[in-house]
């Protein structure tokens, strides 16, 4: 940014003896540097606030200085003003080398785009004469080393953003701040104390707002408490926002939507005179009643707006149910925790719902990316939903069914378009590329019977739960390997590690063999070993990353009684995941030998 382009009204200015500022206007660089030194002298003589307490609070009862100078106070947000005509800047003084500086910017009305730069000035040498007079006699030397610093950090956009340095040299550093859409509020706070300051509240390391519930007239929210609730035992409530048009990254934005986003007043003390005092304090008292009427609300009370957002202070709950919502319609919801002391906030991950279609009011499960949930679909309710939130940065969605008896139809949808469809009779997954938003998996039953399923969604590869199975999952048996007392099965493995158990036990159905499958496939083939009886099991072998010549697995089972059908079960399983059964197969012993 050019700093000349302030020349004209900081010649103006009062404070700068115009004999002294007439012998420096020989070139734009020495107005600059002026002003910079005006910067210095100006934040000496107001004692620029540091960690003492009474220092802090005369700052805080004389803003008007913040306006004057904009030069931002050590250890209090102030909130200022951006243009998108031009660039706006704002100084922050750090006397000593070596300090710790974290800068945070908050937009309101509008994204921004700022850039953070410096030192632009270095600090003048100690001395007993004023900042303007060292800056005169020390000039000359240090006119050809002046430096208007380098960026440290630029950011566009709408959220809540932070700098920080553990290792600061002293001098002054330069915000220069643009509003990109239109003119708009913004908060700035700056400290040198940025480990001990907990200004904002902490959100836990889990800062996603988790949808529990969706119907079509209500939706159902919770998220985990802050730390600084729960750890640091600081005052905490929460508010939430709900509209149909997008998320809101920021409590500011909400209030600049609600209320509108007018250019602040800079405040003005005056001299001191009681006269004075007296009028400032029934200004203040004027301005509290006007906030507290146009105010965020308090606890349990709602407010609606004609931008149609809705807005609330809940207290200290972590749920939260939306209700009187249109079905078959998008909802942005934001949760916001904020601090009752100072009423800084800090927002949690947001999320967007689409309630459901008024003619389907059944129960949309929500699925936690990872988790497996077991489900059936029954004659009076043949279908079932299941929705997952991927966020709105792009991933990879796997989402997998798992059928435990019979056959189940797979519908995958993103609002209102079919991203993925077939019949799935074993386990089968479906991938979708790109993938962002909201989708909805259905089940629906093929036959009029009841039909228990698994399902399982992730956009992370590494929680997929099953071992991997080959592409042909039957058990075959060896018919002229059959004897009186014993039977020859073989089965295919996969190319990876794992385990594979026989499980065998008597056929005590009257089916035929013919029909045996049909008959078998109305088990729960969900069920793992582990509901099976000790005697029922043959063996189990480990075999380690098998060799493409060595994909067949055989065995032959003695012991086995004449002229009696038996059921033969396969199960695969590694360490840490879920079993997976192949089909079973009905075979029978030889009756005469």
């Not at 988790?210 to 035992?233: E, H, I, P, Q």
């Not at 500011?252 to 250019?263: H, N, P, Q, T």
Request: glycine share 4%.
């Amino acid at each position: 940014m050019n700093l000349g382009n302030y020349r004209c009204g900081l010649c103006n200015r009062k404070c700068i003896d115009r004999r002294k500022a007439a012998r420096t206007m020989l070139a734009c660089r020495d107005i600059v540097t002026l002003f910079l030194a005006w910067l210095v002298a100006v934040a000496r003589c107001q004692s620029l606030p540091t960690r003492d307490e009474e220092l802090f609070i005369h700052q805080m009862k004389n803003p008007e200085t913040f306006h004057d100078s904009r030069l931002i106070p050590d250890g209090a947000e102030v909130k200022a003003y951006a243009m998108t005509s031009s660039l706006s800047p704002y100084f922050f003084l750090v006397e000593e080398d070596s300090t710790a500086l974290a800068i945070t910017v908050t937009p309101c009305a509008s994204p921004l785009e700022w850039m953070l730069s410096g030192p632009i000035y270095d600090m003048l040498e100690e001395g007993s004469a004023s900042g303007i007079e060292q800056f005169e006699k020390q000039w000359p030397q240090r006119r050809s080393s002046l430096s208007m610093g380098s960026p440290l950090k630029t950011y566009i956009g709408q959220n809540v953003s932070t700098h920080s340095l553990s290792n600061s040299p002293a001098g002054i550093y330069m915000l220069s701040v643009r509003a990109i859409e239109k003119d708009s509020s913004f908060m700035i706070y700056a400290t040198t104390t940025p480990n001990s300051d907990r200004i904002y509240p902490v959100l836990p390391s889990d800062s996603q707002v988790d949808v529990t519930a969706v119907r079509k007239n209500r939706v159902s929210l919770a998220w985990k408490a802050s730390v600084s609730d729960t750890v640091y035992k600081q005052p905490i409530k929460y508010c939430v926002a709900m509209n149909t048009e997008r998320n809101y990254p920021t409590l500011c934005s909400i209030e600049a939507r609600l209320y509108g986003d007018r250019r602040p007043v800079v405040p003005n003390t005056g001299f001191g005179f009681s006269s004075e005092k007296n009028k400032n304090i029934k200004e203040s008292r004027k301005n509290r009643k006007r906030k507290n009427r146009r105010g965020p609300p308090s606890n349990g009370s709602l407010l609606r707006s004609e931008s149609d957002i809705t807005f609330e202070c809940i207290g200290t709950k972590t749920l939260h149910t939306f209700t009187d919502l249109e079905p078959n319609q998008k909802y942005f919801f934001d949760v916001f925790a904020v601090d009752t002391t100072t009423n800084r906030s800090t927002a949690y991950t947001s999320v967007e719902v689409v309630t459901r279609p008024s003619e389907n009011d059944e129960k949309v499960v929500v699925l936690k990316d990872g988790k497996i949930i077991d489900s059936s679909v029954r004659p009076s309710q043949p279908s079932k939903t299941f929705q997952i939130d991927v966020g709105q940065k792009t991933k990879e969605l796997l989402a997998t069914v798992q059928p435990c008896s019979d056959p189940v139809r797979v519908e995958i949808w993103r609002d209102t378009e079919l991203v993925k469809s077939g019949d799935v009779e074993d386990l089968q997954s479906f991938t979708i590329n790109n993938a962002k938003g909201i989708f909805d998996i259905k089940i629906v039953g093929t036959l009029k019977l009841t039909t228990h399923f698994r399902v399982f969604a992730t956009t992370k590869p590494r929680k997929y739960p099953y071992p991997r199975m080959p592409e042909d999952n039957r058990i075959k048996p060896f018919r002229n390997l059959r004897e009186c007392d014993s039977l020859t099965v073989a089965w295919l493995i996969s190319s990876e590690t794992a385990q594979y158990c026989l499980y065998k036990r008597e056929d005590t159905s009257t089916k035929t063999e013919s029909d045996g499958r049909k008959n078998l496939r109305l088990e729960n083939t969900c069920h793992g070993p582990e509901t099976r009886k000790k005697s029922e099991k043959v063996f189990c072998q480990k075999v380690h990353a098998p060799s493409e010549e060595d994909t067949v697995m055989t065995k032959m089972v003695t012991g086995l009684k004449q002229g009696t059908g038996y059921v033969f079960d396969v199960y695969v399983s590694r360490d840490g995941k879920q079993s997976l059964a192949y089909r079973s197969v009905k075979v029978k012993t030889k009756k005469y030998c």
